[in-house]
């Protein structure tokens, strides 16, 4: 098994649509984020979670809600979303005694019609 | 807010070194990190230093660290086309598992024959 492991690793949907991007990490981090990535933009920090608390809110519009049942899995749920949300979302995970760098997943490519 | 700034792109001759450099602004960033991501995938860590270390060797990477004047460089020595990729550079704010990374833009590495 990878480290971080998100799905789907493509998703097209329509604005009205509701679905949900998973991820889930088998490296015994605590800490997990929500990355979006946009051609020609910086990574963009969206939410953190420390021990399955949001600790970190980074002014994301409320159509993206995310979840944190346990340290290993995170969610982000899509809802009414727009055109300019299609991006690459990544999800990571960190640990911050071993130097906290972050590991990624592979991405998931979302595509909004 | 912080911010990390790097050169968008960078070609260099097979065989030739390739530096990659990158500026911030947070001088209370504690470690600091090189990335690398190929097309479709997420972002692989390659190498990471410590705040209070000037310079970090592995293999054919060096890093090097001014934190006076808040630059970091990456090193590949006898640059290959497997090398080909964005290579981002980040910063962390503090060392809570749940800290802030910021990463800069990315500089895509092209190799020439």
């Known amino acids: 098994e990878t480290g971080v492991t998100q799905t789907p690793r493509h998703l097209v949907m329509g604005m009205t649509n509701k679905k949900s991007l998973k991820c889930e990490q088998h490296?015994?981090?605590?800490?997990m984020y929500w990355y979006k990535q946009s051609a020609k933009k910086p990574l963009e920090l969206m939410f953190v979670y420390s021990l399955e608390e949001r600790v970190e809110n980074n002014s994301v519009p409320s159509r993206f809600s995310p979840e944190c049942p346990n340290s290993s899995h995170l969610f982000l749920h899509l809802h009414t979303l727009q055109p300019e949300d299609s991006a690459l979302y990544l999800c990571?995970?960190?640990?911050?005694?071993?130097?906290?760098?972050?590991?990624f997943g592979e991405g998931s490519r979302l595509t909004v019609l | 807010g912080e911010d990390v700034e790097q050169s968008l792109f960078l070609s260099v001759r097979e065989g030739d070194s390739s530096v990659i450099n990158c500026t911030y602004t947070d001088s209370s960033s504690t470690y600091l990190y090189w990335y690398k991501q190929e097309p479709g995938a997420g972002l692989q860590l390659l190498t990471y230093i410590f705040s209070n270390m000037d310079m970090k060797q592995d293999q054919r990477l060096t890093v090097l660290l001014n934190k006076k004047d808040k630059h970091l460089s990456l090193r590949i020595a006898d640059t290959q086309t497997g090398d080909s990729a964005i290579y981002f550079c980040?910063?962390?704010?503090?060392?809570?598992?749940?800290?802030?990374?910021?990463f800069g833009s990315g500089t895509r590495l092209s190799i020439r024959p």
């Open positions: 490296l015994g981090h605590n800490a």
């Open positions: 980040a910063e962390r704010e503090g060392y809570s598992s749940a800290s802030k990374i910021i």
């Open positions: 990571a995970s960190s640990q911050a005694s071993q130097g906290g760098e972050l590991f």
